[in-house]
Structure formats: C-alpha cells, structure tokens
Nanobody, 124 residues
C-alpha cells in the first residue's frame, strides 16, 4: 500500500510559479512510476506529467510543455511538479498518482494509488 500526500498548491497570479510536492509512504518508492493529473471544475481529470521510476524518462501533456517540469527524489520519496508561467486555465485540483512500473504512464487508469489533491488557483 502506498499513501500519497500532495502539498504546495495555492492562489497565485498569472505568470507566477508554484512547486507542488507529493510525498509517498513505503520503502519501494523507487520502483513506482509517478504521475500528475488535474481536474478543473466541470471537467474530466486530465494528464499533466509523468516520470519513470528511475527518473530518467518523462512525459508531458502538450499544454504544459515548456512550462511545467516533473522530477523526483527517490531518497526523499517525493515527486515534484514545478509550474512556471501559470495561466488562469491551469486552475484545477492537482492529483499525484503512483503505480508499480518503469514507464511514464499517461493514462489515469494505469495508476493504482492516488493522493487527495491540492488546489491550484491562478487569477488573471
């Protein structure tokens, strides 16, 4: 069992930056692929970014390429999402997800464990 706890969300202005963190429990974090997803009000949850268990591979949704960066620290059991040049349309609840595996999975149904989410609100 893996428990995920997100933090770092908040209210920012357009153009600002935020770094989300997701702390994972368990001693096998380095064997888990990690992903970030988001859900805006009235919309379905969508893929944002993913990282392989080793940290050497990543995938991004087209709408965040060049603005967001996913990374992980396997010694700290933590995955990060650095978000720069935020836009009002980035407003959503951001979820961290994990699954046992090597790839940077982009489909939410590939993930086994989910955090409770952290709210990101970007004002114009």
């Amino acid at each position: 069992q893996v428990q995920l706890v997100e933090s770092g969300g908040g209210l920012v202005q357009a153009g600002d930056s935020l770094r989300l963190s997701c702390a994972a429990s368990g001693r096998t974090f380095s064997s888990y692929a990690m992903g970030w997803f988001r859900q805006a009000p009235g919309k379905e949850r969508e893929f944002v970014a993913a990282i392989t268990s080793s940290g050497r591979g990543t995938n991004y949704a087209d709408f965040v390429k060049g603005r967001f960066t996913i990374s992980r620290d396997n010694l700290k059991n933590t995955v990060y999402l650095q978000m720069n040049s935020l836009k009002p349309e980035d407003t959503a609840v951001y979820y961290c997800a994990a699954r046992d595996g090597s790839f940077a999975y982009t489909n939410e149904y590939d993930y086994t464990y989910w955090g409770q989410g952290t709210q990101v609100t970007v004002s114009s």
